[in-house]
């Protein structure tokens, strides 16, 4: 699997190169700024692209700006983004330009390594990985009183895990319970919160994100 | 105050206002003569209360008259010349206020203001009084026996019928009259009302000084918060995450499981250490802000809360990076007393640019009743902003809603933001 890097601290670059390539991706370019990013996404087509948010020349969201770019010349081109803090307004522009194949990670994530390929693998697949703390801080502004109000424990769980992109395999090895489990609890979550069922991983994160600031802003 | 060119002023105001300003000159003399005899009893002490009650009526009317006068100038009202007064004690008042100069120049105003005054913004009243009794005098004439009961002399027929002429050239000088002599009387006026260069400089340094003491000390508590915050958090978590490293290496032979165990323990304390970090960072100046500039920073500020937000921004370029730090840390501080405080179900804010002044407005439909008095948040972020020249004022009456309006005084660089030394 290829991989195109962006990140302009070479402590941090070298590290994702080790890291990535230990777990078989193939390093096509490791690039240090926002326009080298978007040549190096133009020219390699990878199979999927980790970035870092703030690059230079500007020091600013060059990264993000550079990554939804690419995005628009090549449709569906998976990007993982990363960055030292998360912003709900960063996750929604990234999901509004298209859904598939997008994250949005803490850098902090790095440090699980086994999550952090997995993530990378899943946007690659066109699935979606979005930071639990973009999740957990849509979650806890909803109003008491709002329609989450009747959601379970347990189905509050799955809701948070389903949100940051995972399959129902994936969720149900983490809560270690069964799939079908999972499944039952996912179909109580959209009957309750009157949401069209959606067998896509990616597409169901969407509609739950959606959902979720639609109803922060109703 | 809106300022009417004089040339196109109605004449009817002009009249109204000679009328009003001759008035004044009279009531003022009232103000003067109580200022003697509260002078003269002061021989005997009981004088000096008078005289402080008077002053404190002398500047109530006198801010009367400079606000009145800023039709007539081209600056708007005459801005208030006096130093602020000491309250403390009944003595320090009386010193406080003898001992500002904008007092005497206002007991010289009422002098002048009686004498040559009184005689400029007469003039037009006057005018139209002469000229209407003219008209008067012919009417009196024609219809009453008696032609003395007006002041004007009536002889014959002749005389009468010459009076109409006259009138009609009184009422042209008050015509052609009017303006110049409400002009000139603002003019005059603003000679001794309006605060000297170095009252205006003096009062400029103490302001100055006031806010520099004000921001020197919040720069101070704000490093020592952020001292604290780097010595009980990141700091810490580094040394027990270097323990754990070391432990963990001296035991990879021995004990192969506990040095899983610390390894997985220094991972966790990693973790912790950059998320106090973060929120450090964020404290300081929010990375937002770097990124996206005010716009993007109250946006993604906005987004984040439990209420919906309505964000309106219309500004060319960016502000210099303190004046931006400063502007989203009281819109934010803003924002959050709203939500805590006001039972609100939705706020706005606005921000533009124009006359050198950024202009936000924060607002809410919550139940009001906000103040800004000393020791609240807003007082804290009105003398933030007055660390830079701005200002804020508000308005929340009881059941809503609370707007507060701030301003800062900056010019915008251009729309691409410049390179930072920051990096991510």
Redesign the interface.
């Not at chain 1, 912003?87 to 960063?90: G, K, R, S, T």
């Given at each position: 699997m290829r991989v195109v890097i962006a990140e302009?601290?070479a402590l941090l670059r070298d590290g994702l190169i080790r890291l990535l390539e230990a777990n078989d991706f193939e390093v096509a370019a490791a690039v240090e700024d926002g326009p080298s990013l978007l040549t190096a996404l133009l020219d390699h087509r990878p199979d999927v692209a980790v970035v870092?948010?703030?690059?230079?020349?500007?020091?600013?969201?060059e990264g993000l700006q550079a990554a939804i770019e690419a995005r628009k010349k090549v449709p569906g081109l998976p990007v993982l983004v990363l960055?030292?803090?998360v912003?709900?307004?960063?996750a929604?522009e990234l999901l509004s330009a298209g859904g598939s194949g997008v994250g949005y990670l803490l850098?902090?994530r790095v440090?699980?390594v086994g999550q952090f390929v997995d993530s990378v693998r899943r946007v690659a697949a066109g699935g979606t990985a979005m930071d639990p703390e973009v999740i957990s801080?849509l979650l806890a502004?909803?109003?008491s009183a709002g329609p989450l109000a009747n959601i379970t424990a347990r189905e509050r769980e799955v809701l948070g895990e389903m949100a940051e992109g995972r399959s129902n395999s994936s969720i149900a090895a983490r809560l270690f319970v069964t799939e079908k489990a999972v499944s039952k609890h996912i179909n109580s979550i959209f009957t309750k919160l009157d949401l069209p069922p959606s067998p896509d991983d990616s597409r169901r994160v969407l509609a739950v994100l959606a959902y979720l600031?639609a109803e922060?802003?109703? | 105050m809106p300022q009417i060119h004089y040339y196109r002023a109605s004449r009817t105001r002009l009249l109204a206002f000679s009328l009003l300003f001759t008035v004044l000159s009279v009531t003022g003399t009232v103000l003067l003569a109580l200022t003697l005899l509260a002078g003269f009893l002061s021989a005997i002490w009981l004088g000096l209360p008078l005289l402080v009650l008077v002053a404190t009526l002398i500047r109530r009317y006198t801010g009367a008259v400079r606000r009145i006068l800023g039709e007539f100038l081209p600056d708007g009202p005459i801005p208030s010349p006096y130093r602020p007064t000491n309250n403390t004690t009944l003595r320090r008042r009386i010193s406080s206020t003898l001992t500002d100069p904008a007092y005497w120049r206002d007991l010289a105003w009422l002098a002048l203001n009686a004498t040559v005054g009184l005689v400029i913004a007469a003039v037009p009243a006057a005018l139209f009084a002469a000229a209407l009794d003219s008209v008067a005098g012919l009417y009196y004439h024609q219809f009453l026996t008696d032609p003395w009961i007006v002041a004007v002399h009536i002889t014959s027929p002749l005389a009468a019928i010459l009076l109409l002429p006259q009138a009609a050239v009184l009422f042209f000088l008050f015509w052609l009259l009017a303006p110049p002599c409400l002009t000139a009387y603002a003019r005059l006026s603003r000679l001794l009302l309006a605060p000297t260069e170095t009252m205006r400089l003096s009062a400029r340094v103490t302001h100055l000084a006031t806010s520099r003491a004000e921001t020197i000390d919040a720069q101070a508590s704000e490093v020592r918060r952020i001292e604290r915050d780097l010595h009980d958090g990141a700091q810490a978590r580094l040394v027990s995450l270097g323990m754990s490293l070391g432990m963990a290496e001296d035991m990879l032979e021995r004990d192969p499981q506990t040095a899983q165990r610390l390894l997985t323990e220094a991972r966790e304390s990693t973790r912790v250490a950059l998320t106090e970090l973060r929120d450090l960072v964020r404290g300081i100046h929010p990375p937002v802000l770097v990124e996206r500039g005010l716009d993007g920073a109250v946006r993604a500020f906005a987004v984040a809360q439990p209420m919906p937000i309505t964000v309106d921004i219309d500004l060319p370029g960016r502000p210099a990076d303190p004046v931006e730090s400063a502007a989203y840390f009281a819109i934010a501080e803003i924002l959050a007393n709203t939500l805590k405080h006001a039972n609100a179900d939705r706020a706005w804010v606005r921000i533009n640019h124009g006359r050198g002044r950024m202009v936000m407005v924060v607002g809410d439909n919550g139940t009001g009743g906000a103040t800004a008095a000393p020791g609240t948040g807003l007082d804290g972020i009105r003398r933030r902003l007055s660390a830079f020249d701005g200002t804020m004022s508000l308005v929340s009456p009881k059941g809503g809603p609370t707007i507060v309006t701030m301003e800062l005084p900056c010019v915008l660089s251009s729309p691409k933001t410049s390179p930072s030394s920051a990096t991510d």
């Open positions: 302009d601290l870092d948010v703030r690059l230079p020349p500007t020091f600013t969201d960055s030292q803090h912003e709900q307004l960063y929604r850098k902090d440090f699980d801080q502004i909803q109003d600031s922060q802003h109703r | -």
